[in-house]
């Protein structure tokens, strides 16, 4: 079992920058695929990126690729995106995801740990 916690969101203008952080508490991080997804305001909750266990493998929604970044450090048992030329579009709760195996799962069904989200606010 693993436990997820989200920080970083915040308020950031048009063009700037954020860096989230996915804190994962238990000692097999490294056995998990992770996912960042995230939900707007009346819209159902979309996937963002992914990364493979190993971090070897990475894939990002169209709207995203290009400016943002999945990383992950399985030492340190925590999962980054790195997010630059953010959009008013980009606004919404982003959440963390985690399912055991190798594969890169883009689907939101087939992660079984969620955390409790964090808020970024980009302004026009």
């Known amino acids: 079992h693993v436990q997820l916690v989200e920080s970083g969101g915040g308020l950031v203008q048009a063009g700037g920058s954020l860096r989230l952080s996915c804190a994962a508490s238990?000692?097999?991080?490294?056995?998990?695929?992770m996912g960042w997804f995230r939900q707007a305001p009346g819209k159902e909750r979309e996937f963002v990126a992914a990364?493979?266990?190993?971090?070897?493998?990475?894939y990002y929604a169209d709207s995203v690729k290009g400016r943002f970044t999945i990383s992950r450090d399985n030492a340190k048992n925590t999962l980054y995106p790195q997010m630059n030329s953010l959009k008013p579009e980009d606004t919404a709760v982003y959440y963390c995801?985690?399912?055991?195996?190798?594969?890169?799962?883009?689907?939101?069904?087939?992660?079984?740990?969620w955390g409790q989200g964090t808020q970024v606010t980009v302004s026009s």
């Open positions: 990364i493979s266990w190993s971090g070897g493998t990475t």
């Open positions: 995801a985690a399912r055991p195996g190798i594969l890169v799962v883009t689907t939101i069904n087939e992660y079984d740990h």
């Open positions: 238990g000692r097999t991080f490294s056995s998990y695929g």
